[in-house]
C-alpha cells in the first residue's frame, strides 16, 4: 500500500531558485524520512524527521511536518545543478516495522 | 568503509531459473530490508528483518523467499523467476528498527527475466 504520495510528480528550476516538494500520507505515522535517489542508484538519506517535531534544518534543506493535516515538506535552497535527482518519502505506520516509500518527485535544476 | 554491498549488479535470467541476489552490510546493523523499484510505483518493501532468524513479510513478498542466518548477510531467493520480477532491487540496513533509524540502501540490482 502506498502511505506516502509526493508532489509534484515533476519539477524543473533554475539554479540559484529554491525547491519545495511535497508529501503526504494517510495513517498516523512515528516519523518521516526523506531520501535523494541519483538516476538508477540506491538511495541516499537526507533527514529523518519525528512525529513529535515541527520542522528541521540540514544545511540547505528545510523539513517541515505538520501531522494535522498528515503532509510534510522539503525545502532545498539555492539549488545547484547537482541536485538534480529523484527525491522520496518515507513512512512508517503504527507500530509496523514496514517502511514505505512514496513514488518520488524528479526535480531537474538547470545550469 | 561503512557500506552495503549487492551482487550481482545486473543479472539476465530466464524464466523458472532459481537465483539469488545476495547483500551483505559491514555496519552491524540489525534491520535489514529488501525493495523493488518499478517505473510509476516507486520503491516497494519484499521482506525486512529485525535480526537473525526474524524476517517478515512488506508489501510485495509473493515469489521471493529471504533468510537471515548471520547478521550480516540478507540474501534475496527467487525461485522460480517470472518476467514480471524484472525490475531494479534494492538492499538496505539501519542501525535499529525502521521507526527510528536511516536506512543505507545498497547500489542496486537490475534483475531482467526473459
Known amino acids: 500500500s502506498q502511505q506516502g504520495e509526493e508532489d509534484p510528480q515533476a519539477l524543473s528550476i533554475q539554479e540559484g531558485e529554491n525547491a519545495t516538494m511535497n508529501c503526504s500520507y494517510k495513517t498516523s505515522i512515528n516519523n518521516l524520512q526523506w531520501y535523494r535517489q541519483n538516476s538508477g542508484r540506491g538511495l541516499v538519506h537526507l533527514i529523518l524527521i519525528r512525529s513529535n517535531e515541527r520542522e528541521k534544518h540540514s544545511g540547505r534543506l528545510r523539513v517541515t511536518l505538520d501531522t494535522s493535516k498528515k503532509s510534510s515538506s522539503l525545502l532545498i535552497t539555492a539549488s545547484r545543478a547537482a541536485d538534480t535527482a529523484s527525491y522520496f518519502c518515507a513512512t512508517t505506520q503504527g507500530g509496523s516495522e514496514k517502511l514505505v516509500f512514496g513514488k518520488g518527485t524528479k526535480l531537474t535544476v538547470n545550469p | 568503509e561503512a557500506q552495503v554491498t549487492q551482487n550481482p549488479r545486473y543479472l539476465i535470467t530466464v524464466t523458472g531459473k532459481k537465483l539469488t541476489v545476495t547483500c551483505s552490510q559491514n555496519m552491524n546493523h540489525e534491520y535489514m530490508s529488501w525493495y523493488r523499484q518499478d517505473p510509476g510505483l516507486g520503491l516497494r518493501q519484499i521482506y525486512y528483518s529485525m535480526n537473525v532468524e526474524v524476517t517478515d513479510k512488506g508489501d510485495v513478498p509473493e515469489g521471493y523467499k529471504v533468510s537471515r542466518k548471520e547478521k550480516r548477510n540478507f540474501p534475496l531467493i527467487l525461485e522460480s523467476p517470472s518476467p514480471n520480477q524484472t525490475s531494479l532491487y534494492f538492499c538496505?540496513?539501519?542501525?535499529?528498527?525502521?521507526?527510528?533509524?536511516?536506512?543505507?540502501f545498497g547500489p542496486g540490482t537490475r534483475l531482467t527475466v526473459t
Open positions: 538496505a540496513s539501519s542501525l535499529g528498527r525502521a521507526l527510528g533509524y536511516e536506512q543505507y
